[in-house]
């Protein structure tokens, strides 16, 4: 038996690589995928639903490679560079995740979504970042008098601030990445000097 759910994921998901979120209807993702197209607000409530699905899904895998490929133990804040890095160079390198940097449409996107999912459904780190930043605590390499979820939050706060190049100025990236990068790295784990 077919899993349609699972035949309209893969689908909508190779169209949206292929042609954008924009340029995808659900008539095409249905066409793609042999139903009809009502059939497919049995398993979606919109296009925009399936779409961040998909995201998360890529999201959290993009993640989960960066955190297994990185080493812990190392320093934090050459641990931290590397994972900003990484995770740079994976959501450029990816059509669904690169739909981040439209704004416009992922505010919408995303907006849709959460009003009928819970926040924590959106979440942009996976667990295990939680736990690497928990052991860094544990050891004494960052401070413990803040929350794994609020260090969460800054770094997630870091990585929005790419979104503003424009407004900021682009003659300042990515020098001021890294000097924002190193200050949070600083202040979390106590080091001096940047």
Same mark, same amino acid.
């Given at each position: 038996?077919?899993?349609?759910?699972?035949?309209?994921?893969?689908?909508?998901?190779?169209?949206?690589?292929?042609?954008?979120?924009?340029?995808?209807?659900?008539?095409?993702?249905?066409?793609?995928?042999?139903?009809?197209?009502?059939?497919?607000?049995?398993?979606?409530?919109?296009?925009?639903?399936?779409?961040?699905?998909?995201?998360?899904?890529?999201?959290?895998?993009?993640?989960?490679?960066?955190?297994?490929?990185?080493?812990?133990?190392?320093?934090?804040?050459?641990?931290?560079?590397?994972?900003?890095?990484?995770?740079?160079?994976?959501?450029?390198?990816?059509? =669904?995740?690169?739909?981040?940097?439209?704004?416009?449409?992922?505010?919408?996107?995303?907006?849709?979504?959460?009003?009928?999912?819970? =926040?924590?459904?959106?979440?942009?780190?996976?667990?295990?970042?939680?736990?690497?930043?928990?052991?860094?605590?544990?050891?004494?390499?960052?401070?413990?008098?803040?929350?794994?979820?609020? =260090?969460?939050?800054?770094?997630?706060?870091?990585?929005?601030?790419?979104?503003?190049?424009?407004?900021?100025?682009?003659?300042?990236?990515?020098?001021?990445?890294?000097?924002?990068?190193?200050?949070?790295?600083?202040?979390?784990?106590?080091?001096?000097?940047?």
């Amino acid at each position: 038996m077919i899993d349609k759910k699972a035949e309209i994921y893969r689908h909508g998901k190779a169209l949206f690589e292929e042609k954008g979120y924009k340029n995808t209807n659900v008539a095409e993702i249905m066409k793609a995928a042999g139903f009809a197209t009502g059939s497919f607000y049995r398993y979606y409530p919109s296009k925009d639903h399936l779409f961040m699905e998909i995201y998360n899904q890529e999201n959290v895998m993009l993640k989960k490679t960066i955190i297994d490929s990185v080493d812990i133990h190392a320093d934090p804040m050459a641990v931290m560079q590397e994972m900003m890095s990484k995770n740079l160079a994976g959501m450029q390198a990816n059509p =669904i995740l690169r739909e981040w940097y439209d704004r416009d449409t992922f505010y919408k996107i995303e907006r849709s979504f959460r009003q009928t999912h819970a =926040i924590e459904h959106v979440d942009f780190f996976v667990e295990g970042f939680t736990d690497v930043i928990k052991i860094w605590q544990k050891e004494g390499r960052m401070r413990s008098d803040i929350k794994p979820a609020m =260090i969460i939050a800054i770094f997630a706060a870091f990585v929005n601030i790419d979104l503003h190049k424009e407004e900021i100025g682009l003659q300042f990236f990515p020098e001021l990445m890294d000097h924002i990068g190193a200050f949070i790295m600083c202040g979390l784990t106590g080091k001096t000097g940047v």
